[in-house]
């Protein structure tokens, strides 16, 4: 994982292993047990046996034997096709291995699995017909045991209904869970104290591994009961930055854990089996961060945004995190919107409306005589209502993109086949074309359309994904007219994605999205109904008390999509966007919201005259750098250093201000006063109390020798963006237009306990003041205002 800023963030989905073996071998909803030294016996004649070393894994439905050498297939046999399961030489069924001692085990069964031959990712080989197989395990002891357990997960494969088969293997694995516990020799130091352990399944891709989670005074530890892929994961609560309760499967049970600042993907994902454990861990963790991180909200990223602080890029993937969508979750994996229309023309023309796709609407009202074919089997339908039989995301649309970068999960997805050759991901405007008039096709995009990695569009591992109708193999994404290589593509596409049409309408997208023509008469009017299981609280699970009915609705929940948290209620604003007439302007603003360490609003060089200009770089040419730190999570924008220099304050967008100790070189507070940005800050004479600026309108007076906020003062109609000290004065600007002047008393003089402010002037501008603004020339009470 990248550790970047917000302005660098990148979506980086890792989806390689470096064991052949893997949980995604596996089938869903299963679990992986134990493993065992062993080898695979083999009968060559009357006299002869061959023996293959290697692993076998017990899981809940299934054998597997990994063989050390990698030209050798893995072996998967379904417990479910096993007509006997004994110790080898019980059965009988093969004379040659019958002579032997029963020092192995032997499986009679009707069908195998042969997988990742010469370790090379390929639809899974099947044999049918009745074999036996006989494995000697490396400690003879075990045989028993191991026996024991085969049987036991035998009879639950083999009952009819599949809720009694969840229902017992759930018994076994908490049967399980319940004998063992967390390894206390695992822990980094000997001093560290305990504060809570509990059971808990680790969460990627299609898969959980179930194990203990521990929490202790400085870190927090997994410990996976079958020790894969490593016998312990280990998070440093001080390298800890944000947490987020998760939904999984529509139930409050999952926890996710950030150590990046700003990246979308996890350190790690937890599922908890009891609300309650997930709840208490989280509490722990964010009383832990309480002073070392601050949490944003949907509202103060949306202001951000709106202001050009984030790119639309960056926006959406906030929404996306704050919506509960996960990339260790492919059922609510991040969701994008298309934004072109045009896959046909030579030139891409982003200064044409056409170009782009109408945003005010979901995929499936883009085609007008598909959406009147729809509209007429919704109104004869009973309740509940839905308007599209499939989501816009799914687990098998997420993989449709990547497959070509996550082929085992395809496997995994699909009982070991790849899709069909002609509905493979086969060509960008193929993919939208059937989006606008498949009868159920209404997927939308991915991050990685507008990111810069091309691997998902090239089939660099050289995949067999089959022959098309036409003879053509399955290879490369077919890219449009309009784009020279993959490489372009992107660039294109993250260009229009920041255009001024899809940054004028965004907004809309949103609305449908995560907004509130998501659910209710505002989605019926948006004609954007899904199914009701697709929605928070569309069903509760806890009140089914059929198992079977239980097991076939989370399944269908998992594998059908679910619509995002929704994040906003009312309509969401538009933004204040500059004008683009082409690709190329439009990427340099991208690269500039990317790169560049200006603001947008803020003065760079290239307002200055050509001798100002050169005199400001030779002047930078002198300075060096003495020591640098990195204390805030975004832009710093407010300075202030005591009298004696020993302490720094500074305020951040990140909505924090920080003291940091020049002298043991450390940061020494944090502190949030809410959830939106800091603007400035200053120190009033004394060095005992701080001020600060925010976003949400308001001035905050925070008590050094206390270390606790004094006072607020409501300042302004809108956000504050600088504030001044002087003469006994405070002076405030603001994005309402206007400057304010208050008199006033700190309440470190004597006889005071708190600041008392008035209002001494108000001073009306025709825009937003920002923090830029030379207000020098006026005057107020006989005196000057010096420069803001």
């Known amino acids: ?123 899974y080989k099947i044999e049918r017909g009745k074999m036996e197989y006989a494995f000697e395990l490396e400690v003879s002891g075990k045989v028993e045991d191991v026996v024991e357990t085969l049987l036991q997960l035998h009879r639950a494969s083999c009952l009819d209904k599949l809720g009694d088969q969840t229902a017992m293997i759930t018994a076994i694995l908490q049967s399980r869970l319940a004998r063992t516990s967390f390894d206390k020799n695992r822990f980094q130091n000997v001093s560290e104290k305990l504060h809570m352990e509990c059971k808990a399944e680790m969460v990627t891709p299609l898969v959980t591994n179930p194990g203990h989670v521990c929490i202790t005074d400085t870190n927090l530890y997994f410990q996976p009961l079958n020790g894969h892929p490593k016998p312990v994961v280990q998070i440093t609560l001080q390298d800890i930055r944000r947490i ?128 009147e074919r729809l509209l007429t089997r919704y109104q004869e339908m009973p309740e509940p209502k839905f308007m599209y039989g499939s989501h816009y995301s799914s687990p098998g649309y997420v993989l449709f993109y990547l497959v070509r970068i996550a082929p085992e999960y395809m496997l995994c997805l699909q009982n070991g086949r790849f899709d069909n050759a002609d509905r493979m991901f086969n060509s960008i405007a193929e993919t939208w074309k059937n989006c606008l ?48 290589s993959p490489q372009d593509f992107l660039q294109k596409n993250k260009a229009a994605l920041e255009s001024s049409y899809a940054s004028e309408h965004l907004h809309e997208w949103i609305d449908l999205i ?17 199914h009701p299981l697709t929605y928070e609280g569309g069903v509760d699970l806890n009140s089914i008390e059929d198992p079977d009915e239980k097991v076939a609705m989370l399944t269908q929940i998992l594998e059908f999509g679910q619509t995002p948290k929704q994040l906003f209620v009312t309509p969401h604003p538009r933004r204040i966007t500059p004008k683009f007439k082409s690709v190329s302007q439009a990427s340099s603003y991208t690269a500039s919201m990317t790169d560049s360490p200006v603001s947008p609003g803020e003065e760079s060089f290239e307002d200055l005259t050509e001798e100002s200009r050169s005199l400001a770089w030779n002047n930078i040419s002198k300075l060096q750098l003495h020591e640098q730190y990195k ?47 800091l603007s400035s800050c200053l120190l009033l004479p004394g060095d005992t109390t701080v001020i600060s600026s925010s976003w949400d309108n308001n001035v905050y007076f925070y008590s050094i020798a206390f270390g606790r906020r004094q006072d607020t003062l409501m300042g302004h109609d809108d956000a504050v963006s600088k504030i001044c000290w002087h003469n006994d004065r405070l002076y405030s600007a603001s994005w309402d237009s206007t400057v304010k002047v208050w008199s006033g008393v700190p309440a470190d003089m004597p006889g005071t306990k708190r600041h008392q402010f008035d209002l001494l002037a108000e001073l009306e501008h025709d825009v937003s003041v920002s923090p830029t603004a030379k207000l020098s020339g006026q005057r107020v009470g006989g005196q000057s205002i010096p420069s803001i």
């Open 1 to 123: 994982m990248l550790n970047t800023s917000v302005d660098q963030m990148q979506h980086k989905a890792v989806f390689f292993s470096p064991f052949r073996f893997s949980l995604l071998l596996l089938n869903l909803e299963e679990y992986y047990f134990e493993q065992h030294t062993a080898f695979h016996v083999q009968s060559q004649d009357s006299r002869e046996e061959r023996k293959t070393r290697g692993s076998l894994k017990i899981c809940s439905k299934s054998v597997i034997f990994e063989p050390d050498a990698i030209s050798q297939p893995i072996i998967k046999i379904p417990l479910r096709d096993c007509l006997k399961i004994g110790k080898r030489g019980e059965n009988g069924a093969n004379r040659h291995l019958a002579k032997a001692k029963s020092s192995g085990i032997s499986l009679i069964f009707r069908q195998v699995y042969f997988i990742k031959e010469h370790n090379i990712v390929a639809p």
């Open 631 to 677: 204390i805030h999570k975004e832009a710093v924008t407010g300075i202030a250093v005591s009298c004696n220099g020993s302490s720094v304050f500074t305020t951040s967008q990140d909505s924090t201000l920080k003291m940091f100790s020049k002298e043991s070189k450390m940061l020494q507070r944090s502190i949030s006063f809410s959830n939106m940005a």
């Open 514 to 530: 995560f907004g509130y023509k998501q659910k209710g008469s505002e989605a019926v009017g948006a004609h954007n109904v899904f």
């Open 244 to 371: 987020y309760k998760r939904r999984h499967g529509l139930m409050p049970l999952g926890l996710e854990v950030f150590c990046t600042e700003d990246d979308l993907c996890s350190d790690i994902y937890l599922k908890f089996y009891e609300p309650q454990d997930r709840d208490d861990l989280y509490f722990y963790i964010a009383t832990y961060l309480e002073n070392h991180a601050a949490e944003h909200t949907a509202e103060s990223y949306m202001l951000q945004w709106q202001r050009g602080h984030l790119s639309n890029y960056q926006y959406l993937l906030h929404l996306n995190n704050l919506a509960d969508r996960s990339c260790n979750d492919l059922s609510q994996y991040p969701v994008f919107p298309w934004i072109i229309n045009d896959y046909s023309s030579p030139e891409l023309d982003l200064s044409n409306p056409e170009t782009f796709r109408d945003l005010s609407k979901p995929v499936g009202a883009l085609n007008q005589e598909r959406l």
């Open 437 to 484: 008039d498949g009868a159920t096709d209404f997927k939308e995009l991915i991050p990685e359309f507008y990111d810069e990695d091309v691997s998902f569009l090239v089939n660099s591992l050289k995949l067999d994904l089959g022959k098309r109708q036409g003879g053509q193999m399955v290879d490369d994404v077919e890219l449009p007219a309009w784009a020279s």
